[in-house]
């Protein structure tokens, strides 16, 4: 019989309620602990997914001893102190992105995990998806041949700057790049397996002091390169295109696809459909479970010096921003 994994989540804003809501379609799966700053949150959270253990405190969550995982769903400058939390009491971790606010806290954060020996995984959901995997195998497959540019954006319009929110706050480490950056930079990162040896970038500093609207180019060796913009101010098409030496390939909505086309040079295009089940946050908690269950410590989907590696791509676009955060 599949063993059941047993869930809390730490956080009971937007993405935890997400997250509840995927967790409903695998079969495999139990949502068991909440853990709040307030009772009364972890309360209504509980009462929305019928929760049986609703601790008030981080700490009781993390020491649930009916909690096989847990999902870290709290603001970007809270990851690191909750995964440490939740890694020393032996609990496997599925931690949002971006994983840190910087690379050094990544570290970190996989270090510690690797000593405990204790699972470990970015959820970085996109590449968990069926249209994901097909990606995946067309490339391998060398459906477009040499991978040579790969462009990808996410933008979306927040409207009213409000200081004191997430999105715009550098005590919370706000900011387009942190936020929803991480979606085309990821992307580009596992199609091409590395990280860019050259980054040239421009961002638009808001009223807050935080990146509304940039533009990244990154080189890689052997010539290929990759476009990738974010914003917070502004919605973009959300799609992403892979060109290679024999064709491209379109993926529309590439956080969350349903689809994508190949259109092979001199060849009609050809759509596959990928459709997802639930809301889509269940196949990142799938892949946990399947980890778990195979006694591994991180998934080959998204690997950790992946995690860190992307974390020192972002640190390096700060830098040429000049974008520092209060906490570093
Ligand atoms: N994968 C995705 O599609 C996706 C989408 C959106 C966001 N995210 C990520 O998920 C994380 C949370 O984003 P969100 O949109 O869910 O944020 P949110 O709605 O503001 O919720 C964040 C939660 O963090 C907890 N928290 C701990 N300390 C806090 C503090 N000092 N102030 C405010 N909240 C605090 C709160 O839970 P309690 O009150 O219960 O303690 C709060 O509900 C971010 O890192 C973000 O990047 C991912």
């Given at each position: 019989m599949t063993k059941v994994i047993r869930w809390g989540i730490i956080g009971t804003g937007n993405i935890a309620h997400q997250f509840a809501r995927g967790l409903q379609?695998?079969?495999?799966?139990?949502?068991v602990a909440v853990g709040s700053r307030s009772q009364a949150s972890a309360d209504k959270f509980g009462d929305e997914f019928n929760v049986p253990n609703r601790h008030a405190t981080y700490e009781a969550l993390a020491s649930d001893?009916?909690?096989?995982a847990v999902y870290i769903a709290t603001l970007h400058n809270f990851h690191k102190e909750n995964a440490l939390l939740c890694l020393q009491n032996h609990k496997g971790v599925l931690l949002e992105?971006?994983?840190?606010?910087n690379a050094q806290e990544a570290e970190e954060v996989i270090n510690f995990a690797r000593e405990q020996g204790v699972f470990l995984m970015e959820a970085?959901?996109?590449?968990?998806?069926p249209a994901m995997i097909k990606l995946r195998d067309l490339l391998a497959a060398g459906a477009?041949?040499?991978?040579?540019l790969v462009q990808a954006d996410f933008g979306f319009r927040m409207g009213t700057?409000?200081?004191?929110h997430r999105i715009f706050d550098p005590d919370f480490v706000g900011g387009a790049l942190l936020d929803v950056g991480i979606y085309p930079i990821s992307l580009a990162s596992m199609i091409f397996g590395k990280q860019p040896e050259r980054i040239s970038s421009m961002a638009h500093m808001g009223e807050t002091g935080v990146d509304e609207l940039s533009a990244m180019i990154f080189g890689y060796e052997h010539n290929q390169m990759a476009i990738a913009t974010t914003a917070i101010q502004v919605n973009t098409p959300h799609e992403a295109r892979i060109s290679g030496s024999e064709g491209r390939i379109h993926m529309p909505d590439?956080?969350?696809?349903?689809e994508l086309t190949l259109f092979r040079d001199d060849q009609p295009p050809q759509t596959f459909d990928c459709p997802f089940d639930g809301n889509g946050y269940n196949y990142e908690a799938m892949e946990v479970g399947k980890c778990l269950r195979e006694g591994?410590?991180?998934?080959?989907?998204?690997p950790l010096d992946e995690s860190l590696a992307l974390m020192q791509t972002l640190d390096k676009i700060r830098a040429e921003w000049g974008l520092k955060y209060p906490m570093e």
């Amino acid at each position: 019989m599949t063993k059941v994994i047993r869930w809390g989540i730490i956080g009971t804003g937007n993405i935890a309620h997400q997250f509840a809501r995927g967790l409903q379609s695998v079969s495999d799966a139990e949502l068991v602990a909440v853990g709040s700053r307030s009772q009364a949150s972890a309360d209504k959270f509980g009462d929305e997914f019928n929760v049986p253990n609703r601790h008030a405190t981080y700490e009781a969550l993390a020491s649930d001893s009916s909690v096989d995982a847990v999902y870290i769903a709290t603001l970007h400058n809270f990851h690191k102190e909750n995964a440490l939390l939740c890694l020393q009491n032996h609990k496997g971790v599925l931690l949002e992105k971006p994983f840190t606010v910087n690379a050094q806290e990544a570290e970190e954060v996989i270090n510690f995990a690797r000593e405990q020996g204790v699972f470990l995984m970015e959820a970085m959901w996109t590449r968990y998806f069926p249209a994901m995997i097909k990606l995946r195998d067309l490339l391998a497959a060398g459906a477009i041949g040499d991978i040579m540019l790969v462009q990808a954006d996410f933008g979306f319009r927040m409207g009213t700057v409000l200081p004191k929110h997430r999105i715009f706050d550098p005590d919370f480490v706000g900011g387009a790049l942190l936020d929803v950056g991480i979606y085309p930079i990821s992307l580009a990162s596992m199609i091409f397996g590395k990280q860019p040896e050259r980054i040239s970038s421009m961002a638009h500093m808001g009223e807050t002091g935080v990146d509304e609207l940039s533009a990244m180019i990154f080189g890689y060796e052997h010539n290929q390169m990759a476009i990738a913009t974010t914003a917070i101010q502004v919605n973009t098409p959300h799609e992403a295109r892979i060109s290679g030496s024999e064709g491209r390939i379109h993926m529309p909505d590439f956080w969350h696809p349903t689809e994508l086309t190949l259109f092979r040079d001199d060849q009609p295009p050809q759509t596959f459909d990928c459709p997802f089940d639930g809301n889509g946050y269940n196949y990142e908690a799938m892949e946990v479970g399947k980890c778990l269950r195979e006694g591994k410590l991180e998934s080959d989907i998204m690997p950790l010096d992946e995690s860190l590696a992307l974390m020192q791509t972002l640190d390096k676009i700060r830098a040429e921003w000049g974008l520092k955060y209060p906490m570093e």
